[in-house]
């Protein structure tokens, strides 16, 4: 046990269970709290979104969830059956996101939307339990796998498939609603059970799937009406058709100081 390295880090208290970013539930990977996962994260297959080879074990992408009445939920989107997370497009597209656009058009309004604010997260293959499955990792487990790789004892080797080693992870629910994922490594290193793993494993940025402009307006104003001023931000935003760029020049004009409680 001593030469094992604890790892304890903080993760924002998100059900992660009814948030996704498409995929079949079997293929993803369900963290649930109070459970030890045996876990070997692959290495890198495949490219990034913009053709490049994707050099690092996880895939960053960000999205923007949805936080109504004390709950982490995904927005219903038609033609899907499972509620989904929207990926940023300011941060994966073409510049304009238009829940980012609604985000700062409901805080100066007055309202708090912070829950609105793109959200950064990992694509990971890995094998769980015997099984391949992706992860949606938060920061902190991608964090704590970086202090492993920075360990000399440890090193990028973790993730080779045939000498690196298997964590057990861990994920606690601590009384304030804050989770934390603990990381074990294995003391032995181990091959991984599957030797044609590199063929099964999916595209990691097939899940980083961008709807358009008009599509992300669309689903905003069907899941947020009655809970964010969705349409008078969007109205606004066509009686103003080039906003360019830069900041806008009259936000110091009065906010609610109450926000809508929901
Ligand atoms: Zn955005």
């Excluded at 692959?42 to 990034?48: D, Q, R, S």
């Excluded at 950064?120 to 991608?142: I, Q």
């Amino acid at each position: 046990m001593a030469r094992k390295k604890d790892r304890v880090v903080n993760e924002i208290d998100m059900d992660e269970a009814v948030v996704s970013v498409g995929g079949s539930k079997s293929e993803f990977l369900n963290v649930k709290d109070d459970i030890d996962y045996d876990i070997r994260f692959l290495p890198p297959v495949g490219n990034k979104p913009d053709g490049t080879p994707l050099k690092t074990p996880w895939l960053e992408h960000a999205t923007h969830g949805k936080f109504v009445a004390g709950k982490w939920s995904g927005f219903t989107v038609e033609g899907s059956d499972r509620k989904r997370q929207l990926h940023c497009l300011e941060v994966h597209g073409t510049g304009y996101c238009p829940a980012c656009a609604l985000k700062e058009y409901s805080e100066e309004e007055g309202e708090d939307v912070s829950w609105l604010e793109p959200r950064t997260k990992f694509l990971m293959n890995c094998v769980v339990d015997d099984e391949l499955r992706v992860f949606d990792a938060p920061p902190s487990v991608v964090a704590a796998l970086q202090d492993y790789i920075k360990n000399k004892k440890y090193g990028v080797k973790l993730f080779d498939p045939a000498v690196g080693r298997n964590f057990t992870m861990t994920r606690i629910k601590k009384p304030n609603g804050f989770r934390e994922y603990k990381l074990v490594p294995d003391p032995e290193s181990s091959r991984v059970i599957f030797d044609d793993w590199k063929d099964r494993v999916p595209e990691l940025s097939g899940f980083v799937q961008l709807f358009s402009e008009q599509e992300m307006v669309d689903i905003l104003v069907q899941n947020l009406t009655g809970i964010l001023p969705v349409e008078e931000a969007f109205n606004k935003k066509a009686s103003k058709p080039a906003p360019a760029k830069g900041k806008k020049t009259t936000s110091a004009k009065g906010k609610k100081t109450s926000p809508r409680k929901r």
